[in-house]
């Protein structure tokens, strides 16, 4: 047991890689590494896919590409409505991250989203991001009169929906992120040679991904409600 409880606290723990000598020295830990490595890839396959770029006679890679890209801004516009587009690239950022972060574990690294600190600031960041859309399509007097419908007295649940949704989208991603741990941990500890191997794939690929479909999924519909008239 003493074991298990080693091996899980170690999938959790979250070390300092390096200290940076500023303001008495900022600890950078491994997830914002991790984070780091990630934004690399996808900013160098960003450059990478576009390059080239023609208007007439496109190659078969622009051609999948534009496929691709149209795929996914007509998925994200139905679930948004056309005056959602604005939002789609966050959306498609936010969901490549989770995506990559919850299946880079199988290439050795520590998956970020193991560490609380950055699925409350995904959360943070997304539903700064819905309110903002509320503001831009209602003004501040109208994003401010929104929590009084449809009734004003129902105002307070509605103010406390500002905190309950991050929290909710926080905790889901997380809480998710850490059963899969504790499951991988015991399958390893019971059967610790061959049996962990399809589980962990399942884990660090369909339930990762299922994951990040989730998390912009519930941001995709807390902007659609923010922008309804």
Not at 22 to 37: D, M, Y
Not at 65 to 79: N, V
Not at 129 to 150: D, N, Q
């Amino acid at each position: 047991m003493s074991d298990l409880v080693g091996s899980l606290m170690e999938e959790l723990n979250c070390n300092v890689v390096f200290t940076i000598p500023l303001f008495g020295g900022i600890p950078i830990l491994e997830s914002v590494v991790v984070t780091w490595i990630i934004m690399a890839v996808l900013m160098a396959a960003s450059l990478l896919l576009v390059h080239g770029l023609k208007v007439r006679q496109i190659n078969n890679k622009q051609a999948a590409l534009e496929s691709g890209i149209s795929f996914i801004y007509d998925f994200f516009e139905g679930l948004l409505g056309k005056d959602g587009r604005d939002y789609i690239p966050y959306l498609i950022t936010v969901v490549l991250y989770i995506g990559i972060a919850n299946m880079i574990g199988l290439f050795g690294f520590k998956s970020p989203t193991k560490d609380l600190n950055v699925t409350a600031s995904l959360a943070v960041m997304s539903i700064v991001l819905v309110e903002t859309a509320g503001i831009r399509k209602k003004g501040v007097k109208g994003w401010i009169k929104s929590f009084a419908e449809p009734i004003p007295i129902i105002a307070p649940i509605n103010v406390l929906e500002l905190f309950i949704r991050p929290l909710s989208l926080c905790m889901r991603l997380f809480g998710n992120v850490l059963g899969a741990i504790v499951v991988m941990a015991l399958i390893k500890h019971l059967v610790p040679l061959v049996v962990p191997l399809p589980f962990s794939f399942y884990f660090d690929i369909f339930d990762g991904v299922i994951q990040a479909y989730v998390f912009v999924f519930l941001t995709s519909l807390y902007i659609k409600e923010a922008i309804e008239d």
